[in-house]
């Protein structure tokens, strides 16, 4: 799973799956289809609330939320 | 498997790492990383990845050669098991004995099944082979169950967020990290979490977290207080080290005293059902 981010000034306006390798697993998949858009909207906040990490996330989203974390450190957001 | 390295303001560098195992994704995050002992600390990092890795090989239910489903299908006895399985239905034994039987793996269907315990158990465990002074912190994130020591910078400690059950987007609440925090919610899977009293899927609380020292020992708690409900509040109030938050079905919460709540920010509180 690797995520891209879009940010603007210094504030992050928009995330999206740049690649998505689930190996074809056709439950990953399905939950990959379901998640994402949840998955985008948590990251966002995430970003506002400055955290380093989300309890409860769902079968992808902790990871997703990494490779936001991962993607906003290279580039210098806070 | 990606491990990226990173700069930060401070000059620091921080380790990402994902690691698919356990039928699940577990990321490990270094904080406050020299550069110049990044390899130092990727070693770490490789040593924390094979014990997950081994953790999986031991304890999958999944898999019908590990030694647990072997265990399960009666095909060994205790005697001739692994070490480490010994330790975790050791701790799952305490795990139902400090929850008042509300976490109980003997009564899963199927026999004995310790996947409750588990998968905490392992990222904490694998949490220890990334411990040294080359790092601020570290967390290990198992699919939402966080082991964690130190913070994101000297002196700092870490913030996470909980799931909002009525809102999947959203986070209900921001917590104070000091260790570990595990959260069990029906919004993910459906209905999936057995009452050990009654023998049937049922949940009184929306969402539970627990945090405290151990991972393991969190996970089991937080199984047993979505099952369990308001009554297990007052049972986790007085285990040592222990905190522990409930979201009820009607929206409202109810916490142990010392539950580390972020007073400054919540940033999306749970809406009526």
């Known amino acids: ?78 | 498997v990606t491990k990226d390295a990173a700069l930060d303001d401070d000059g620091l560098t921080s380790l990402h790492h994902e690691i698919e195992v356990m039928g699940t994704i577990v990321t490990i995050d270094l904080f406050g990383v020299t550069e110049r002992k990044s390899e130092v600390v990727v070693g770490r990092v490789d040593l924390a990845e094979a014990s997950l890795h081994e953790a999986d090989r031991v304890f999958s239910t999944w898999k019908s050669d590990s030694p647990m489903s072997r265990l399960r299908r009666g095909e060994i006895s205790m005697q001739e098991t692994p070490p480490e399985l010994h330790e975790v239905l050791d701790a799952c034994f305490t795990a139902k004995k400090i929850s008042s039987g509300w976490f109980d793996p003997w009564a899963m269907p199927g026999g004995v099944d310790p996947t409750g315990y588990v998968k905490g158990w392992a990222a904490q465990r694998a949490l220890r082979d990334l411990e040294c002074e080359e790092i601020s912190g570290a967390m290990v994130n198992a699919a939402g169950d966080i082991a964690s020591f130190g913070g994101p910078g000297a002196g700092a400690r870490f913030r996470v967020g909980v799931t909002d059950p009525f809102s999947r987007g959203d986070l209900a609440f921001v917590v104070r990290l000091d260790g570990a925090i595990a959260t069990s919610g029906t919004y993910e899977r459906g209905p999936h979490l057995i009452d050990p009293f009654m023998a049937e899927a049922i949940t009184r609380g929306a969402s539970a977290s627990v945090t405290g020292p151990d991972l393991g020992i969190a996970d089991a708690l937080a199984t047993a207080l979505i099952v369990a409900g308001d009554e297990l509040i007052d049972v986790i109030e007085v285990i040592e080290g222990y905190e522990a938050l409930l979201i009820r079905w009607d929206g409202t919460n109810r916490r142990t005293t010392d539950f580390a709540l972020d007073s400054e920010v919540t940033v999306a509180g749970p809406s009526s059902p």
């Open chain 1, 1 to 78: 799973l690797a995520v891209q981010v879009t940010v603007t000034g210094s504030k992050l306006t928009n995330v999206s799956i740049a690649s998505l390798d689930d190996g074809g697993n056709p439950r990953s998949q399905s939950i990959d289809q379901q998640s994402i858009p949840v998955l985008v909207q948590q990251a966002m906040q995430a970003q506002s609330a400055n955290i380093q990490g989300v309890s409860g996330a769902s079968y992808t989203s902790a990871g997703f939320a990494q490779s936001l974390q991962s993607a906003l450190t290279k580039l210098g957001v806070k």
